[in-house]
């Protein structure tokens, strides 16, 4: 049998029945989604290895109370944005600098095979939109990053935050709208 | 100008970030948005967010990420009880508080008379005798056939279980003592790599 052919649940399964090596299969499969959501909110990139390792130790720890009702993907979700919500009430840190994360965008873009000026130029708009997205308070930057970053649903994203459809929807209205008038504001 | 509003070009531009627009909805948005520019201002803003949204935003993990995590894992104890231990735990502990009341049960009929000569001694109980009377009559009244078989049978028992008072003891505690011995030997499941 392939281990690495098995669903997510039977994965789980395999765990719960004492052959913990088969974590690392899950490890495997979801941690550039974990990584990449929390690099969203924190904005660090040691602070978001150190917080998605936390994750997957919590998921590990909370794996018998995970029932295949939603997708793994989903609970993860739910695990890793509460646990980061939680950090940040804990350091009481609502917003970041972004200098580091923006250097870092840019530097990567030169990579690219493109005339330097428009990689620049790219890098830069790049730095700007995510700086815009950084200044949102966590209640619309969840849902925006998890719809149009990480093409989740309406559904799946009521379920990772656990708030109603509708609240979702307006969530990623406004907070699309704030934005907007933030990118306007900057020069 | 286009026969569009504000409104519904504002609609429309919602629509195309949730990927729902049509070409010709597409189609009035530019030609609003090309003479009105409030719109054509909102189309540019919300166009380069796109443009970032449409972009691959999954990171890599660092390198060294999985064996981190592996590593603290193997680092935990974790005992994890299976379904199945905990129906167990669940039916020890129902049977011992069965045995228990079973064991009180018994202890109270076999020395039923020295209480009840305790208690016919007790004002207080006397008094409330008085006050649950009435209520008393109606359940003495409910009970008194099943009453009147159990103590016929309990009668019939009784003489054998007064003279097994020690045995019972020592019977009703061995049994404890099993269920205890039986419950400890039940271990979950361990799951910590620490072993
Ligand atoms: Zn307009």
């Not at chain 2, 064996?67 to 193997?74: E, P």
Request: proline fraction near 3%.
């Amino acid at each position: 049998m392939n281990l690495c052919e098995l669903n997510d649940y039977e994965v789980i399964r395999q765990c719960l029945n004492g052959d913990e090596d088969c974590f690392a299969i899950l490890v495997g499969r979801y941690k550039n989604l974990v990584y990449s959501v929390i690099l969203r909110m924190v904005n660090d990139r040691d602070e978001a290895d150190d917080l998605a390792q936390d994750v997957f130790i919590k998921v590990y720890k909370n794996l018998d109370k995970y029932y295949p009702d939603f997708k793994f993907s989903t609970w993860i979700m739910r695990i890793a944005t509460n646990h980061v919500i939680d950090y940040r009430r804990k350091k009481r840190m609502e917003t970041v600098s972004l200098d580091d994360m923006t250097h870092e965008e840019a530097d990567k873009s030169f990579k690219a095979e493109e005339s330097p000026e428009s990689s620049l130029m790219r890098g830069e708009e790049k730095a700007l939109i995510t700086k815009v997205i950084n200044g949102l308070p966590d209640m619309y930057k969840i849902p925006i990053v998890l719809y149009h970053h990480h093409g989740l649903s309406y559904q799946e994203i009521s379920e990772v935050i656990d708030e109603p459809l509708s609240k979702v929807k307006n969530r990623i209205f406004r907070g699309r709208k704030m934005l907007r008038d933030n990118l306007a504001g900057q020069i | 100008m286009s026969n569009i509003s504000c409104a519904f070009a504002n609609r429309i531009i919602m629509k195309y970030m949730d990927g729902r627009a049509t070409e010709k909805e597409l189609a009035l948005l530019r030609a609003h948005a090309g003479e009105c520019p409030s719109c054509g201002e909102d189309l540019e803003l919300y166009g380069r967010l796109m443009t970032d949204f449409n972009q691959e935003c999954l990171e890599e993990a660092p390198d060294g990420f999985d064996d981190a995590v592996m590593t603290k894992i193997a680092a935990l104890d974790i005992t994890r009880e299976s379904v199945q231990a905990r129906v167990e735990s669940f039916m020890c502990c129902a049977s011992g508080v069965f045995s228990a009341l079973i064991g009180v049960g018994v202890l109270l009929f076999l020395n039923k008379e020295p209480l009840l000569n305790y208690l016919a001694g007790n004002e207080r109980f006397l008094n409330l005798i008085d006050v649950w009377a009435s209520v008393s009559i109606f359940a003495d009244r409910l009970s008194a056939g099943a009453t009147a078989f159990m103590s016929s049978s309990a009668a019939a028992v009784a003489p054998y279980l007064s003279n097994a008072r020690p045995t019972l003891l020592v019977a009703a505690l061995a049994l404890g003592f099993t269920r205890y011995i039986l419950y400890k030997r039940v271990k979950p499941a361990k799951l910590g790599r620490n072993d």
